[in-house]
């Protein structure tokens, strides 16, 4: 079943009150580097953050990418000029993963993931679909939409470490019962290359929108 708020609230809670976060340093102790270069990187006239806390079939993903396009062709801005920040959170986490996470541990049917174009039930990861790609079912559109392609564009997708411990890390540990410290760096390893982990997705809202950014809920 989906994670729901509630739901995540309460392990958030919980996780905070024993002291769980890997994000967050205890008195006495320091801070965990987060790499925070991308902020430098947001030098156009044009910037907008697009939160993402849900799957929503990649459309939240989508957007980053499509509201460029519209800017340059509708106002003929040129691409320098124009930042688009992704912040994947909450549920919206599980487009930061690979293909093979999501096979691994049946991400798709864990939060009910819809397929785009086809509508239907899907285990393949949206925000990732190629119609090169056997099984993705993809129309040639959704070729440069893609998480990775956005990324390699220089577009800066944001995760959330709080959304990681509290919804990929337990996959993990549970399926491959090992400890939560192997299954966090287990996660990490399978995070989509490029993606950038923050203390959590609030944090890089807040951060995005104080660098300059518009905001905007995406999914």
Known sequence: MSTTRREFIGRTAGSMLLGGLSAMALPGQSAPQVDM?????LTGSHKALLDVPEVDSGFGVFRASIWQRQYAETLG??????NSVLVLRHNGIALAM?????????????????????QKPTGRNPALLSSSR??????????????????????????CSMALDLICVPMVAGKDKISEDAARKKA?????PGVIMQP??????IRAQEAGCVYVRAS
């Open 134 to 159: 056997p099984g993705d079912e993809a129309p040639p559109q959704f070729d440069s939409l893609a998480l990775d392609k956005f990324i390699a564009a220089g577009g800066i997708a944001l995760g």
């Open 188 to 192: 990490l390893s399978m995070l989509v």
């Open 37 to 41: 270069s991308w902020v430098k990187k």
């Open 98 to 118: 690979q293909q093979k996470f999501w096979d691994e541990y049946e991400v798709g049917k864990v939060h009910h993931a819809v397929h785009p174009a086809t």
């Open 200 to 205: 959590s997705g609030i944090f890089a809202a």
């Open 77 to 82: 801005i040129a691409p320098k000029d124009i």
